[in-house]
């Protein structure tokens, strides 16, 4: 089982930018699809954004398209969301978690979470 870290996260002002990252341990995640997704006070956990286990596969929820970037570094078992422009509306807790395919299965491992807020 892989453990997730996620960590970056703070206080930023609206217009800004952060960068979070997602740190496995107990494996190696460079085969795995790896996802990040945040949940809201009083709403549901929503995804932001995925990347296929070598980065050539990305998507993105249409609320962060062209705002988010997310990568990867294998050799240093890290992912990584590059959050730019960021609005009021992107305070969250946010997470990454892992699975298997691109595009379909269930998320099997996920971190602990690291709170963003934004203030405007």
């Known amino acids: 089982q892989v453990q997730l870290v996620e960590s970056g996260g703070g206080l930023v002002q609206a217009g800004g930018s952060l960068r979070l990252s997602c740190a496995a341990s107990?494996?190696?995640?460079?085969?795995?699809?790896v996802g990040w997704f945040r949940q809201a006070p009083g709403k549901e956990r929503e995804f932001v954004a995925r990347i296929s286990w070598n980065g050539g596969r990305t998507a993105y929820a249409d609320s962060v398209k062209g705002r988010f970037t997310i990568s990867r570094d294998n050799a240093k078992n890290t992912v990584y969301l590059q959050m730019n422009n960021v609005k009021s509306e992107d305070t969250a807790v946010y997470y990454c978690?892992?699975?298997?395919?691109?595009?379909?299965?269930?998320?099997?491992?996920w971190g602990q979470g690291t709170q963003v807020t934004v203030s405007s």
């Open positions: 978690a892992t699975r298997t395919y691109f595009s379909i299965g269930e998320w099997a491992s």
């Open positions: 107990g494996r190696t995640f460079s085969n795995d699809v």
